[in-house]
């Protein structure tokens, strides 16, 4: 009996050392924006894949770690009367493990 039970306790004791677990797959994701023309003061806001809004400056960088890999959406509002977004508004952004991926807005603004 003694031998079942010291058989058990060094299995558990295996299995909970921590090796062969999988590390979460994980990047960084940074937002990029960059405002030319009109001066001005308002902050944008960024949305990553449909969550929560979240401030960023009219000319700013924003970086999130540990975002899982895979294909995101970025989306910037905030724009005020007379900016408009280079290109689409919605971009699409892969990250990959360990790395970090970068989707960057281009933003003109004229006065209103």
Do not use: W
Not at 44 to 54: L, W
């Amino acid at each position: 009996m003694r031998h079942g039970v010291a058989l058990v306790l060094a299995f558990f004791v295996s299995a909970c050392s921590g090796e062969g677990l999988v590390e979460p797959k994980t990047g960084t994701l940074e937002i990029t924006t960059a405002t030319t023309g009109a001066v001005i003061t308002a902050t944008y806001t960024i949305r990553v894949d449909g969550g929560t809004t979240e401030p960023i400056g009219h000319s700013s960088v924003v970086q999130r770690t540990g975002v899982a890999t895979g294909s995101h959406s970025v989306e910037l509002g905030g724009l005020p009367t007379g900016c408009t977004i280079a290109g689409e508004n919605l971009r699409t952004v892969t990250v990959t493990t360990g790395t970090t991926a970068s989707v960057s807005f281009a933003v003109t603004c004229t006065p209103p």
